[in-house]
């Protein structure tokens, strides 16, 4: 398990919240606006959209992603279930010793697992997050949707990358097919919201690019000064 910590500490996920938010509280949209607003600040968003899409970007990336790599590497799970969590203001989230549960995967229940798993964390979870981020600022729906997927994408190409073993690439492509094939039940709405964005292999090799901008080239720091992200759709 300490490997598993370890790993999880590089998604910015930590055992020993700091002082933050509720994520359950973010689902309302008066405490979810006062969380972007010190985000903007912070991140030198000029408006909340630009802000959501960063926020999702990173908090995909420390649930999401941290997810799917666990699942391949380690066949463990952490339970996240917002009521647990806690978002802090310098991007990471912090889960309590007493809350840790962790979920094993084998050969037996990998797929029954995988699905129960996932349903909670994207239909409990980050569609709740992505609705109320959506109804409140006004951004669309699908670059959030996007951004999470392109987390996803990340992992699995990153993992390929580093000559895996037969059965890391056979988990890879297992739960590729699986996020890509799966119902709307999954995330809890009226389709699958991935199902467009998701890449692997080959496909992903040669044509990288995004269909939605994340916006993160008008963040202050990078307004006229051509920075965008690597798979920007604009350039």
């Not at 030198?44 to 990336?61: C, D, E, H, Q, T």
């Not at 239909?123 to 006004?138: K, Y």
């Not at 059965?167 to 389709?191: K, M, P, W």
């Amino acid at each position: 398990m300490n490997e598993l910590i370890n790993d999880l500490k590089n998604y910015h996920l930590h055992l020993n919240p700091k002082e933050g938010v509720l994520v359950t509280d973010l689902f309302d949209d008066a405490k979810c606006k006062h969380m972007l607003e010190e985000q903007s600040n912070i991140w030198g968003a000029p408006n909340l959209v630009i802000a959501a899409s960063m926020f999702i970007k990173r908090y995909a990336m420390i649930t999401v992603s941290s997810t799917m790599y666990s699942m391949i590497v380690h066949q463990t799970v952490l339970s996240l279930h917002p009521a647990t969590l806690t978002w802090s203001k310098n991007g990471s989230l912090g889960l309590k010793h007493e809350e840790v549960v962790y979920i094993t995967l084998n050969k037996t229940n990998r797929n029954t697992i995988r699905e129960s798993y996932l349903q909670q964390l994207f239909a409990q979870h980050l569609t709740p997050l992505v609705l109320t981020l959506s109804r409140m600022t006004g951004v669309k729906e699908e670059m959030l949707w996007e951004n999470i997927a392109v987390r996803i994408n990340s992992v699995y190409r990153k993992l390929l990358e580093k000559n895996p073993s037969e059965q890391v690439i056979t988990n890879i492509y297992e739960d590729f097919h699986f996020l890509i094939q799966a119902d709307a039940e999954l995330f809890g709405i009226g389709s699958n919201p991935l199902a467009c964005y998701l890449k692997i292999g080959e496909e992903l090799k040669e044509n990288p690019q995004r269909k939605t901008c994340c916006l993160y080239y008008l963040l202050d720091k990078n307004r006229g000064k051509g920075n965008y992200c690597v798979n920007c759709p604009l350039i």
